[in-house]
């Protein structure tokens, strides 16, 4: 008798859902904040690889593209150490949650980054946490911020700060100029 009982019960509560209209996520203005990443960029590449020694330089470019109305991607190509680069980083929003998702992937490395974070109040800078391989400290795990400044629909700042024993240290920042016409 009981297993009759649960059985109509999931039955009746299965012929329920069916009839229920699936509703879709609607985009959010945090969504709508993705579209000035799309475009191509050249990038100027600035990085800070051991203190009291000379920056690297390198330039590059960044393709970026909505996968609907809730992803950015964007693919950079350059150049680091003489060997050709590329990484993917792919930047979302989640509305249940109530902040920006992230991941980092490329070809130099085996670490697939993971990064959350919010926009100030003026929506012009998004800060992004995380934590990953630290790569002048020998791929010790260590606190990342990621700080990425609309400085203009035509350019952005992306800066990476590593945190050395509760101090945030410069790793790198990139200047993206968007090129005409797109």
Not at 77 to 87: R, W, Y
Request: glycine content about 10%; aromatic content about 10%.
């Amino acid at each position: 008798m009981k297993t009759v009982l649960i059985g109509g019960f999931i039955a009746a509560w299965a012929a329920a859902l069916q009839q229920q209209e699936h509703k879709m996520p609607q985009p959010q203005k945090e969504h709508q904040w993705l579209k000035q990443l799309v475009g191509e960029w050249d990038s100027e590449c600035e990085m800070f690889m051991e203190e009291g020694k000379p920056s690297k330089k390198s330039k590059g470019s960044e393709s970026g593209k909505m996968i609907g109305d809730f992803w950015a991607v964007m693919e950079n190509k350059g150049e680091f150490q003489g060997k050709p680069f590329i990484g993917v980083f792919t930047l979302g929003f989640d509305s249940d949650k109530k902040h920006f998702v992230g991941t980092w992937y490329d070809n130099m490395n085996h670490y697939l980054w993971h990064y959350q974070g919010k926009t100030d109040a003026a929506g012009k800078i998004l800060t992004l946490e995380t934590e990953g391989p630290c790569p002048s400290e020998g791929g010790k795990i260590v606190k990342v911020r990621e700080i990425l400044e609309i400085k203009t629909p035509e350019h952005k700042v992306f800066t990476s700060m590593i945190d050395k024993d509760g101090k945030w240290v410069k790793g790198m920042v990139i200047n993206y100029r968007k090129r005409a016409g797109n």
